[in-house]
């Protein structure tokens, strides 16, 4: 198994450029979430989705848009990028607690972006 | 809306010495917390969870607690070695609500040898 494996591990962009973080897991996990992490603020929620087709904003979700066509993937876009969008960017995936399985969250390895 | 704080932000221990990294969170109605280790620029791993129903969970040297009523967890870590050192997260993942984890901000741990 992969885990949670996220592309790119770093990326520079100029103001106003629109990219895609990229997020995929291979444990079948139903809950998956994406977090900026800002020195001395810790993890942020951006956007988290509860299966396929359901997506909901979280505490900063701004500037960000989401999808999940499928159970693997959660890609997170930027529309246009802005200097405070650099940050640390990281996607989690967990099992729903309905399934009455270990609810462990397990984090990708994170996406340094740096817009300037 | 959850509030998770961890004090202190810092802490500087010698090689040997047991210590007791704290959590607290405002919203007693939690589903489960879990303990993270962060090494600095790598990801989060995953050390323990607690689900709610439980009062502890050890794992070799660490051993985490829960009190729900007191809003209050705590990671203690047994005979401090400098590998230990890296900054420890604690996140609540509620009852209700949004289905993803509140964090604190982080104790970041020096061990000196």
């Known amino acids: 198994n992969a885990g949670v494996t996220q592309t790119p591990k770093f990326q520079v962009l100029k103001t106003g450029q629109s990219m895609t973080l990229q997020c995929a897991q291979d444990m079948n996990h139903e809950y998956m979430s994406w977090y900026r992490q800002d020195p001395g603020m810790g993890l942020r929620l951006i956007h988290y989705s509860v299966g396929a087709g359901i997506t909901d904003q979280g505490e900063v979700p701004n500037g960000y848009n989401v999808s999940r066509s499928t159970t693997e993937d959660f890609p997170l876009r930027l529309l246009s990028a802005a200097p405070s969008q650099t940050s640390v960017y990281f996607c989690?995936?967990?099992?729903?607690?309905?399934?009455?399985?270990?609810?462990?969250?397990?984090f990708g390895q994170g996406t340094r972006l740096t817009v300037v | 809306k959850q509030e998770v704080t961890q004090i202190p932000a810092a802490l500087s221990v010698p090689e040997g010495e047991n210590l007791v990294l704290n959590c607290s969170f405002t919203?007693?109605?939690?589903?489960?917390l879990q303990w993270f280790r962060q090494d600095p620029g790598k990801g989060l791993t995953s050390l323990l969870l607690?689900?709610?129903?439980?009062r502890e969970q050890t794992s070799g040297r660490l051993n985490a607690s829960l009190d729900k009523s007191s809003g209050r967890s705590t990671l203690y870590i047994a005979a401090s070695q400098p590998g230990d050192s890296a900054t420890y997260l604690c996140a609540a993942f509620p009852h209700t609500g949004r289905r993803a984890l509140t964090f604190g901000s982080g104790t970041r741990l020096q061990v000196q040898p």
């Open positions: 919203d007693s109605a939690i589903y489960n």
């Open positions: 989690a995936s967990s099992y729903s607690e309905d399934r009455g399985l270990n609810t462990e969250a397990f």
């Open positions: 607690i689900q709610s129903s439980q």
